[in-house]
């Protein structure tokens, strides 16, 4: 069983920081790309972010320039750096990997719960 666990979310004013982890565990053979997708209430799921396992980033507009994707590799895990966040980043935050597990043949799209942003002064 694999599992992706989301930690970091809360409630921050406007042009404040959080930093989002997520973690990978279980019998896990490899991760190729992992990622940071939102859904704000009332809109569809979007990529926010995008980093391979050769450490190639992808950024949505919005965020370029404000967030930073980076993971580690040898934990599993990827990172999600918010800086000068702004209302319209308020969402659910969800981790999600390109991951094959140890009993499988060949790789599946895993998510994460969710976390929520609130940005609100």
């Known amino acids: 069983q694999v599992q992706l666990v989301e930690s970091g979310g809360g409630l921050v004013q406007p042009g404040g920081s959080l930093r989002l982890s997520c973690a990978a565990s279980?019998?896990?053979?490899?991760?190729?790309?992992m990622g940071w997708y939102r859904q704000a209430p009332g809109k569809q799921r979007e990529l926010v972010a995008t980093?391979?396992?050769?450490?190639?980033?992808n950024y949505e507009d919005s965020v370029k320039g404000r967030f930073t994707i980076s993971r580690d590799n040898a934990n599993n895990t990827v990172y999600l750096q918010m800086n000068s966040l702004k209302a319209e980043d308020t969402a659910v935050y969800y981790c999600?990997?390109?991951?094959?597990?140890?009993?499988?043949?060949?790789?599946?799209?895993?998510w994460g719960q969710g976390t929520q942003v609130t940005v609100s002064s």
């Open positions: 279980g019998r896990i053979f490899s991760i190729n790309v």
């Open positions: 999600q990997a390109d991951l094959q597990s140890s009993v499988a043949w060949r790789t599946y799209k895993y």
């Open positions: 980093i391979s396992n050769g450490g190639h980033t």
